[in-house]
């Protein structure tokens, strides 16, 4: 017991240190980026996100560069509607997201209670702002909704095999899974990640996964301003062939600050008393 | 100062058009988005300023003089923010009118359209700001 408390002490310290440099490696990229005086943060700014959308292209993109922050819509475009295996269609006819329920009667447990979204259902759901920073072995990815981060193994090791499975050193199922990258050309980041937990859910329209699924992100930087994401899935026990499960766009913000958004419990349970349950 | 007031109403109208279907976090199904209801004499509560939603919790009057408690859900922190509200827009005690659409339930709970304080200053909501004609206005 005390060698594991001892050994999540360290990993926490390793993954502290790890998110101080990341952080810390965007502020540099920051400043290089906009060597003006910031902006002043103000409490009522009335077209703060407008510019940060309306920023044009901003020139050439950097080669095999995504650091920094970026914003956009806050849900992905749905992909294909994919061709469910029969355990699949069991799972995603019990699945109550709330797009086709309400909020009161949804069994989507980040609706109902704020719990971690996972990806890539974040990635389809909420991103509100992501942001990049690249370290020696490894890319970190930040996002606004509910300030979770991902770390992308770029130093070349493979995905993990059998995770969750009953072997010795099986690793364990994550919400966010296991990620390695690779740059396909200067403009083209491709992220694969599996190992993702079974509980969550692929999007917001209650697609299942397994722990086995195979998800594939394609960044790609067209200018400076601008960022395209498409997600593609690949799961045999679930879906009979792989498909897109959605694409969404990124623009870059010109102030590089993100906002703090998150789901509090406790706030969501006021919310569904004051006005969920009452309201469906 | 003309060319300023049209550039911000422009603006607000591009921002109201471009994130009014995105900065939801929960659906407006459950809402009659047909009707706004003007709730006239709303006497502010408090204003739960937190994630996913605000809330602005007020007291109405109704027809037998009973005090009705309404709660009506706007955008995020951060989305009314960009609207122009803060955690200190209203106080416990003020007295609003409400532009309100209501949950098809016929309970006191909804979506704030806008909200008018007494010094006349209009707040509106980041997702259902726009302004809609009023119809049957409701009693106090």
């Known amino acids: 017991m005390r060698n594991r408390l001892n050994h999540s002490r360290i990993t926490f310290a390793l993954g502290s240190l790890a998110l101080a440099l990341a952080v810390s490696s965007v502020a540099r990229a920051q400043t290089d980026a906009s060597p003006a005086a910031p902006p002043a943060r103000g409490g009522t700014g009335g077209n703060v996100l407008m510019n940060k959308l309306n920023n044009g292209p901003g020139g050439p993109a950097p080669k095999r560069d995504l650091n920094g922050f970026w914003t956009g819509p806050i849900s992905a475009q749905d992909g294909e509607a994919p061709s469910l295996t029969p355990a699949a269609q069991k799972l995603f006819s019990a699945n109550k997201p709330e797009r086709k329920t309400n909020v009161k009667e949804t069994n989507d447990n980040f609706v109902k209670t704020c719990d971690p979204m996972g990806f890539p259902y974040n990635a389809m759901y909420q991103t509100r702002g992501i942001g990049f920073s690249t370290l020696p072995d490894r890319l970190m990815i930040f ?32 919400y966010y899974g296991y990620s390695v ?72 913000i010109p102030d590089q600050e993100l906002d703090e958004q998150l789901c509090v419990p406790s706030d969501i349970m006021e919310y569904m008393n004051l006005v969920g349950n009452s309201s469906n | 100062m003309k060319s300023r007031l049209f550039t911000f109403a422009a ?47 007020f007291n109405m009057t109704d027809d037998k003089g009973n005090v009705v408690q309404w709660a009506g859900e706007v955008g995020s922190p951060s989305a009314m923010n960009q609207m122009g509200w803060n955690r200190h827009s209203v106080k416990m005690g003020d007295v609003i009118t409400v532009y309100f659409f209501q949950a098809k339930t016929g309970n006191p709970v909804g979506r704030i359209n806008k909200i008018v304080l007494a010094d006349g200053t209009t707040l509106r909501d980041s997702a259902l700001g726009a302004d809609k004609p009023a119809q049957g206005a409701a009693a106090q």
Request: glycine fraction near 8%; include cysteine.
């Open chain 1, 181 to 252: 990258g690779h740059w396909e050309d200067d403009s083209t980041l491709v992220i694969e990640t599996t190992g993702i937990d079974d509980k969550t859910w692929l999007d917001p329209r209650g697609y299942p996964h397994s722990v086995e699924a195979h998800v594939t992100e394609r960044y790609t930087r067209p200018d400076h301003n601008d960022l395209q994401l498409t997600v593609t899935v690949d799961d045999p026990k679930m879906y009979t062939k792989p498909f897109l499960l959605g694409t969404n766009k990124f623009r870059w």
């Open chain 2, 11 to 57: 603006l607000a109208v591009a921002f109201l058009a471009f994130c009014g279907p995105l900065l939801a976090h929960h659906g407006n199904a459950s809402l009659n988005t047909d009707k706004v209801l003007v709730l006239k004499g709303a006497t502010v509560q408090r204003l739960v300023w937190a994630n996913p939603h605000c809330i602005l919790v």
């Open chain 1, 143 to 174: 996002y606004q909704a509910q300030r979770v981060w991902r770390e992308v193994w770029t130093d070349g090791r493979p995905l993990p095999k059998n995770v969750g499975g009953t072997g010795k050193g099986a690793p364990d199922p994550r």
